[in-house]
């Protein structure tokens, strides 16, 4: 599925009070095409991440050529780690957390350039 990544380092404080994050989401889910999120989490809480999954290529191009979005990373540095991605995989692993699988790049198919996450609970509040 095509999507938008926007991962925040919390390991190395990148991580914006909740209210920008929530204006970025809003945002980011007012674009056309767009479908669902999920939020993510890697590497024992030091990564959090938001997975915005759209309709189609174009619609993620254009959602992430748009001024307004380019204005508030602008203004917002943290919420500038936003790139282009593929969720490849989504799955629960017998019980354990649920994993998903995401390219940042939608070329190629080097499954190396695969990064997991763990996707937290719906309601999870994001610090």
Avoid at 9 to 17: I, K, Q
Avoid at 55 to 82: N, Q
Wanted: with cysteine; charged share 25%.
């Amino acid at each position: 599925m095509f999507a938008i990544l926007v991962v925040y380092n919390v390991a190395r404080g990148a991580l914006p009070p909740l209210a920008v994050r929530q204006e970025y989401r809003v945002l980011l889910m007012g674009q056309a095409g767009y479908r669902r999120r999920l939020e993510l989490r890697a590497d024992a809480w030091a990564a959090l991440a938001e997975l915005f999954i759209f309709a189609t290529p174009e619609a993620v191009d254009v959602a992430l050529a748009s001024v307004v979005r380019r204005e508030f990373v602008a203004r917002h540095p943290a919420c500038g780690a936003t790139a282009a991605a593929l969720l490849v995989r989504e799955e629960a692993s017998r019980g354990l957390d649920e994993v998903v699988l995401v390219r940042r790049s939608r070329a190629g198919a080097d499954v190396s350039g695969l990064e997991r996450f763990k996707l937290i609970a719906p309601s999870a509040v994001l610090w």
